[in-house]
């Protein structure tokens, strides 16, 4: 496999090895993707699921606290009193006195608001002595030792049970029937009343389940519901769920207990499960969202997504064969050339285009003539071409082409004794060798100041000294450490949108710097045509915090400063930067801050 790979042209290798970056991204992609918005999803939906948790455990706590202050308003020996049977009483006084109680057990339940809720209350001592109050009464014939939930109350042998849902069975046919949920606790009465000790007194509060329901229905969603199972794990009831879907969130939670019980939440493609424990009714109530819509259109974004990168990648790639042939040219040119050299015939390049191709294919064709001329010579005539090849290809690549070049008219000049254009090339040279050494990123601020100074005589040749420079700056600062090419700018633009703008194009500019702590405060003041408050403020917000954003201004007013102040702010910290205010008598003030290091 790798012989057939090397065995390619380099044309077809860049575009393969272009294709295979192109397919790691758009996987990477997928996959990146995939595993955080998995995260993001879940980590949004259990805590909204958790606010809402704790907002229906509040209420359903809320019921319980009232039931259970009831339940102690009731479980007094006056309401007994008032319930028990007084033999020596009249018909008249046992019926008034009935009555009274049922009154007082419906004016506690008014009174704490319930009317709704409490749909009827139990007392009972024994099958002989018990009695209802609330819409209708108990059924003749039911027996109270054979319901399962008294069974139950007496089995645990606890003080409390809550029970159901389930349709109230202790009703008569004939008479609607609510579904509820029986709240029973134990009634403390006398053991004087007779009852026999496997018989439990207790109050039962039927509790409207549908009070129970519209306390989920608020949180309900199109896509959410919940299920309330009991202690033993038995779904009890379903709010805004289908017997289908019942079924598969059941499937789901048996077969995730483990996950479920160390987060307390389950997330696949296409459901969110998420449970709380209810400790006052017994229950374990879980909230159940379908994801199918959410992943779906997490899949549609990815698709999207990828689909851009392909398409981007396809456009890429033609572009990359369109190109390859171009990039691949000189190669292609140099490999003809030696081919031609190597031929002993009158055999030339055909040049058809003036630019550096064009040229290089004058001087091999030029080098083919001379080494036809000296072919007595062909070693020599080889060595001569080998340091031709060399010498064109140092002065495309080598950066220190230029500065050989500006030396040289440096050293012309100086010859034929130019002055205006030996000053020119010294600090042009100055300035191009300074800008390109990217050794140091902080250097002194003298360091600096040389470099103001050599783009100041720049301008001043061309626009016959109508910069004046001062330069206010003590000796310990000049050594002071600071960004690189951070000054000079901020003189460009003192210059550019200042100075010139001027009649005349004359203006002087003055540097000052001073130290305070570990801040290091440069001032560039000009006295051009100065700066209207409000657009200094507006500049003053851009430079507030680092802004990569191109400037609004048709004259690029503010590309210079930003990139300064992002500079320093990266390096330094956001504290500081760039900072410009219209100036004293006309101009502009820019103050530059920067840490000492």
């Known amino acids: ?67 259970n202050q009831i339940f102690i308003s009731f479980n007094s020996e006056q309401l007994y009193e008032m319930f028990r049977y007084q033999p020596h009483m009249s018909d008249f006084e046992q019926m008034k006195q009935r009555l009274d109680y049922e009154h007082e057990v419906k004016e506690t339940i008014n009174g704490n608001n319930l009317q709704s809720v409490v749909t009827g209350v139990i007392f009972y001592v024994n099958e002989n002595k018990n009695a209802y109050v609330g819409n209708g009464a108990i059924q003749k014939d039911f027996s109270f030792q054979e319901a399962d939930w008294y069974r139950e109350f007496r089995k645990n042998g606890s003080l409390k049970l809550v029970y159901g849902p389930l349709t109230e069975d202790f009703r008569p ?76 969130i059941t499937w789901l939670i048996e077969n995730h207990r483990e996950d479920l019980g160390k987060s307390g939440t389950f997330l696949n493609k296409e459901w969110f499960v998420d449970g709380v424990g209810n400790e006052q009714f017994g229950w374990h109530i879980y909230s159940a969202e379908s994801t199918e819509d959410t992943f779906r259109d997490m899949n549609r974004i990815i698709r999207n997504i990828n689909l851009i990168i392909l398409g981007t990648g396809v456009a890429a790639m033609a572009l990359t064969v369109i190109f390859s ?25 055909q040049v058809k285009s003036n630019d550096e191709l064009g040229q290089i294919g004058n001087r091999f064709n030029q080098m083919k003539r001379k080494l036809q001329e000296m072919s007595a010579n062909m070693y020599l005539s080889r060595v001569q071409e080998k340091e031709a090849q060399l010498s064109a290809l140092q002065s495309q690549i080598n950066p220190h082409f230029l500065y050989n070049t500006l030396d040289n008219i440096y050293c012309i000049a100086q010859i034929e004794e130019v002055d205006s254009i030996v000053l020119l090339t010294e600090n042009l040279s100055h300035m191009m060798r300074y800008s390109c050494d990217m050794k140091n990123h902080r250097v002194p601020l003298a360091k600096e100041i040389e470099h103001v100074k050599a783009y100041v005589s720049i301008i001043n040749m061309r626009f016959d000294d109508s910069i004046s420079l001062e330069c206010r700056v003590d000796g310990p600062l000049l050594q002071i450490s600071v960004l690189k090419l951070t000054l000079q700018p901020l ?45 200094s403020r507006e500049l003053n917000a851009q430079l507030a915090e680092i802004n990569y954003e191109a400037t609004d201004s048709e004259s690029g007013t503010g590309v210079a400063l930003k990139n300064v102040n992002n500079r320093i702010k990266l390096s330094d910290g956001p504290e500081y930067g760039v900072t410009l205010y219209p100036a004293q008598g006309g101009g502009c003030r820019v103050v530059m801050k920067g840490k000492m290091k």
């Not at 192109?22 to 995939?34: E, F, K, P, Q, R």
């Not at 100075?499 to 710097?513: F, M, Q, V």
């Open 325 to 349: 042939s171009r990039i691949m040219m000189p190669i292609t040119l140099l490999n003809k050339l030696i081919s031609t050299i190597e031929e002993e015939n009158d055999t030339f390049i």
């Open 491 to 535: 003189v460009e633009n003192a210059w550019s949108h200042g100075i010139l703008p001027k009649n005349g194009h004359r203006g002087s500019i003055r540097i000052c710097a001073e130290a305070e702590g570990e801040t290091l405060t440069v001032t560039v003041t000009d006295d051009g045509t100065g700066i209207t408050p409000e657009r």
């Open 1 to 67: 496999m790798e012989r057939k790979f090397e065995k390619l042209g380099m044309r077809t290798r860049l575009i393969l090895a272009f294709g295979l970056v192109l397919l790691v991204a758009m996987l990477g992609t997928t996959l990146s993707i995939n595993y955080y918005s998995h995260d993001f999803i879940s980590g949004l939906l259990e805590q909204n699921n958790s606010q809402q948790m704790k907002e229906i455990n509040y209420q359903l706590n809320s019921l319980s606290d009232k039931v």
């Open 173 to 248: 046919e004939n008479i609607t029937k609510n579904e509820a949920i029986y709240y029973m606790r134990a009634w403390n009465v006398p053991s004087s009343s007779g009852f026999r000790q496997e018989e439990k007194p207790f109050i039962l509060f039927s509790i409207n389940m549908d009070y129970i329901r519209g306390i989920f229905e608020e949180y309900t969603q199109n896509s959410r519901g919940y299920l309330i199972a009991g202690g033993d794990g038995e779904i009890l009831a379903r709010i805004n769920l289908t017997p289908e879907q019942e079924r598969d």
